[in-house]
């Protein structure tokens, strides 16, 4: 597969499309099978490349893996789990993170776990340390090796009290995966309460788990010393939703995005709705369009759940391009993601990104060497330019641009789209728009 993207840009996106499952979610779902003594069903999972990374390394540990792409069904049979080679893993895993999500099952499974080096889009601190504490608080032992990092459990694991300076989505899942089925009582306070934390509960439960979320940010589980299979359909992916409800503006299309449901995109339809644009909400799914009317300004902070998603942020900078007047955008998740801005203003965009906390209360990013508020001035023309994709969001924030542009962009690393957004390329050709791939 090629990694050079041509589009033509001007043309206006318009028809269906269907999203599937989270993938926020269903790779941590499909970790979640190793607990299980039976085979587990998922459904509504995405083709998307991070969904073939956590087959394989499901596949390497010995779990035996049936998957109809077409109808999005996988099937997991963990009945004859086994260590794995870290060349393996490492070999499978590529840029991913999903590895470290495997050690609290396969801890409880085998007795050790093996973290190899980890990548990731490069769109702020993301360390792994909060991860490795975690499972240290339930007794797991950590050693730092030549091939990377080798995680034991010479007691087993138990439960713990264990508070979050921040809450985060990774960490919250890692004591979710590892607190199940450790002995005794274990309590998470600020925790991560995602739609997406909220849907590997529910799969948890059903495998058996006991989980209590409180109104405070606070999970309980209750360890049980056997956990089943499950059968679920993840929860729709909101991120690729409210992604291509931007491309509908910034081309001045109409979008129906079948599945798309309203309540996990609450905070973005409300954005959505105060910068002008249009949509219409069924019980099939949400049609985003573009209203003819100019677009407004608006200050908007992102924030964790239930405020603006960070993954919201980057394709909502590209609609607020085509907004009259001044946008202010603070990100408060990660420090370094408003740098895809960059190749934007290359395009015609007028954005100025600031060390300030701008727009809202401050951060903590304030005071620090990190450019992570924007002013956005609008509306601007955008320009056809040959510009390289960051990283996943950015990535897709910089087609949509180049769909809104004026003549023929080239998007090279355009591969990386694949991890998070599926059969990107037709759902381009059902909406009308025009691309290519090659080096022509």
């Known amino acids: 597969m090629t990694s050079t993207f041509h589009v ?14 989270a993938k926020n979610l269903v790779s941590k779902a499909m970790v979640a099978a190793l607990l299980g003594e039976g085979p587990s069903t998922l459904r509504s999972v995405p083709d998307i490349r991070d969904v073939q990374i956590v087959s394989e390394l499901l596949s390497i540990h010995g779990v035996k893996i049936e998957r109809d792409v077409d109808a999005g069904v996988i099937r ?54 909060y991860h490795l504490d975690v499972l240290r608080s339930f007794g797991a032992v950590v050693d730092k090796r030549e091939f990377g990092i080798y995680i034991t459990a010479p007691s087993g694991l138990r439960g713990a009290k264990i508070h979050l300076e921040y809450p985060s989505v990774g960490a919250t899942e890692q004591v979710l995966l590892t607190a199940v089925r450790a002995k005794g009582i274990t309590e998470l306070s600020n925790a991560a309460v995602e739609p997406e934390i909220e849907d590997l509960i529910a799969v948890l439960q059903k495998m058996g788990a006991i989980i209590s979320l409180q109104t405070d940010r606070t999970i309980t589980i209750e360890g049980v010393p056997h956990l089943s299979g499950y059968e679920h359909v993840a929860i729709p992916d909101r991120i690729e939703a409210a992604s291509w409800a931007c491309a509908a503006l910034v081309t001045q299309g109409s ?23 249009g949509m219409e909400i069924t019980d099939d799914g949400i049609r985003f369009f573009h209203p003819g009317t100019e677009l407004r300004s608006i200050a908007v902070e992102t924030d964790v759940h239930p405020g603006f998603m960070t993954d919201w942020q980057q394709p909502l900078v590209v609609a ?62 955008l320009r056809a330019a040959d510009i390289t994709v960051p990283d996943l969001r950015g990535g897709f924030s910089y087609l949509i641009a180049a769909l809104g542009a004026e003549g023929v ?32």
Request: charged share 25%.
């Open 8 to 21: 033509r840009g001007g043309r206006r996106l318009d028809g269906e499309i269907t999203v599937r499952g």
């Open 409 to 440: 962009s080239t998007i090279r690393g355009i591969d990386l789209i694949d991890r998070g957004y599926e059969l990107f390329r037709e759902k381009l050709t059902a909406l009308g728009a025009e691309y290519w791939e090659g080096d022509a």
């Open 320 to 381: 607020l391009t085509q907004a009259g007047g001044i946008s202010i955008v603070h990100e408060t998740v990660y420090e370094n993601r408003l740098g895809f801005t960059d190749a934007l203003n290359e395009m015609g965009a007028q954005i100025q990104v600031y060390r300030e906390c701008l727009g809202g209360s401050s951060c903590r990013f304030g005071r620090r060497n990190f450019n992570h508020s924007a002013v956005v001035s609008g509306p601007t023309t």
């Open 76 to 129: 997991m049979d963990p009945s004859a789990v086994e260590r794995a080679h870290v060349a393996d893993i490492d070999a499978h895993a590529g840029s991913s993170r999903i590895p470290i999500l495997f050690c609290g099952p396969l801890l409880h499974r085998l007795g050790e776990a093996i973290i190899p080096d980890l990548g990731g889009c490069r769109i702020g601190d993301r360390p792994i340390n």
């Open 255 to 277: 979008v129906f995005i079948r599945d798309a449901q309203q309540k996990p995109m609450s905070t973005f339809l409300n954005t959505f709705r105060k910068i002008g644009g």
